[in-house]
């Protein structure tokens, strides 16, 4: 049953700001992601102009996308190979 359903793209933001997308099937797969805390780690270690995605005192939270964020989701993961991980940043990160 579960390989009948359709990924939906789920939106982490950090203090209120969208920072990363993924696509999954079932929202507990989302929540799933959303509290891993490899995710988190890398939300913490990541940059955007030289300013942390988050730090501990942040307040994460896992909403569904917005239609600009689906869009631009769907366009980057066209480009991807199908065996990537279905996330993305929403904002440009430092390399690192």
């Not at 789920?10 to 079932?26: C, G, M, N, Q, Y």
């Not at 797969?29 to 891993?36: E, G, I, K, L, N």
């Given at each position: 049953?579960t390989?009948?359903?359709?990924?939906?793209?789920f939106?982490?933001?950090?203090?209120?700001?969208?920072v990363?997308?993924?696509?999954?099937k079932?929202?507990?797969d989302?929540?799933a992601?959303?509290r891993?805390?490899?995710v988190?780690?890398?939300l913490?270690?990541a940059?955007?102009?030289g300013?942390?995605?988050?730090?501990?005192?942040?307040?994460?939270?896992?909403?569904?996308?917005?239609?600009?964020?689906?869009?631009?989701h769907?366009?980057?993961?066209?480009?991807?190979?199908?065996a990537?991980?279905a996330?993305?940043?929403?904002?440009d990160?430092?390399?690192g």
């Amino acid at each position: 049953m579960t390989d009948s359903l359709s990924l939906s793209i789920f939106t982490i933001e950090s203090d209120r700001k969208p920072v990363l997308a993924f696509a999954v099937k079932k929202h507990e797969d989302a929540d799933a992601f959303f509290r891993d805390e490899v995710v988190r780690t890398k939300l913490r270690s990541a940059n955007s102009s030289g300013v942390p995605l988050c730090d501990g005192l942040s307040i994460l939270r896992l909403r569904l996308t917005n239609a600009d964020e689906r869009a631009r989701h769907r366009e980057e993961m066209a480009e991807r190979s199908p065996a990537s991980l279905a996330a993305i940043f929403l904002v440009d990160v430092d390399a690192g």
